[in-house]
Every structure is written in C-alpha cells, then in structure tokens.
T-cell receptor, first 114, second 113 residues
C-alpha cells in the first residue's frame, strides 16, 4: 500500500490564483482530513470528511473548499490565493474517526503565495 | 474550546540522555492524548497515545504520563539516539470525536552526538 499520497509537493502561487491540492489514500479509510501547518505552530484542521459525499468544516475553513466524490480522493481547493495561505498542507486518513484511531498522514504540500 | 500548550519549543540533549516534553490542556472533557513524531520532509506519525483512565504508558524507550487533575501530560524518551531527532507534537481530543483533535505547537528535539 502507498498509504496517503499528496500532489504536488511544492507550489508557488501568485495572489488571486487558484489551485487544487490532491490527496489519495489506498487504505479504504472512511475518514479523511486536511490540515495546515504554519511555522512554529501545530496542525490546524481545515476540513474533514466522514465518507464519500459528506464533508464538514474544521477549525480554519475560510478560503478553502473540498469535495469527496470517492472513498479514495479528497481534494482541497484554494480559490483566490492569499499570502495568509502560505503554509504546509497535510492530508490524513483514518479507518474510523468517530472513536479515535490512528490518523495516517501524507508527506505534505508546501505552498507559497506571493 | 480545547487549547493545548506545549513546552519547550526546542530541546537539545546529549545522545544517551533523556528528553522530556510537556503539554497542558484546557478542556477537562478531553480523554485521549496522542503524540506524533514528524521527521524532516514527512507527515506526522503516531508514536504513542494515552487515554484518561490510565496514568502512564510505556513502549520501549518512550513513555507518556498523564495528570488529569492538573491537566498535564508528558512524553519521556530515554537513552536518546540520533534517530530520535524530529519535531514532536502532543494533542488532545475527545475519544468519540476524532475530528476535534487539537495539536500543540510542537517541540523540535535535537540529539547531539
């Protein structure tokens, strides 16, 4: 199993541009998550999904959108990129999120908005 | 809501010595406390966890302690090795609500040879 994969690994955007961060997991996990990690800070939850077709906001959802059309994929969309969205983005998945079990993280996408 | 504070932000220890990282949480309802290790260029990985009905848990050179009264929990690494160099995150959550996990700000641990 590849686990959780994310693309791209690095990206530089100009203010106002849009992009989609891709996340795929091959563990048949129901729960998937998007976090952002700012320098010197912990991870903050952006959005999560409990299964295909179901998504919900986390702690910092503004400026982002998600969709979950399949169990495997959970893309994160940035519309009108702003410098405040410069961060490292991590996707994660878990088999069952209702009763906490281990979250498996992808390698991250480092995004810079200039 | 829950708030997790983690100290120190950086820690340097001699190889073979012990390292201790401390966290405090604010929500007394939190009952699950995982610790994650993040190596350079990788995503965080769960290394140990503890639930509120347990005061201490060990796994080889790693141990975690929990003081529910004081709302403190700590990670202890003994006989540190170079491969222990990484960023460590504590977290707190309700066991029944995985989407509400709150992370500490991280501790960068460096092991000096």
């Amino acid at each position: 199993n590849a686990g959780v994969t994310q693309t791209p690994k690095f990206r530089i955007l100009k203010i106002g541009q849009s992009m989609t961060l891709q996340c795929t997991q091959d563990m048949n996990h129901n729960y998937m998550y998007w976090y952002r990690q700012d320098p010197g800070m912990g991870l903050k939850l952006i959005y999560y999904s409990v299964g295909a077709g179901i998504t919900d906001k986390g702690e910092v959802p503004n400026g982002y959108n998600v969709s979950r059309s399949t169990t495997e994929d959970f893309p994160l969309r940035l519309e009108l990129a702003a410098p405040s969205q410069t961060s490292v983005y991590f996707c994660a998945s878990s088999y069952d999120g209702q009763y906490f079990v281990e979250q498996f993280f992808g390698p991250g996408t480092r995004l810079t908005v200039l | 809501g829950e708030n997790v504070e983690q100290h120190p932000s950086t820690l340097s220890v001699q190889e073979g010595d012990s390292a201790v990282i401390k966290c405090t949480y604010s929500d007394s309802a939190s009952n699950y406390f995982p610790w994650y290790k993040q190596e350079l260029g990788k995503g965080p990985q769960l290394i140990i966890d503890i639930r509120s009905n347990v005061g201490e848990k060990k796994d080889q050179r790693i141990a975690v302690t929990l003081n529910k009264t004081a709302k403190h929990f700590s990670l202890h690494i003994t006989e540190t090795q170079p491969e222990d160099s990484a960023v460590y995150f504590c977290a707190a959550t309700l066991y029944s609500s995985a989407s509400k996990i709150i992370f500490g700000s991280g501790t960068r641990l460096s092991i000096r040879p």
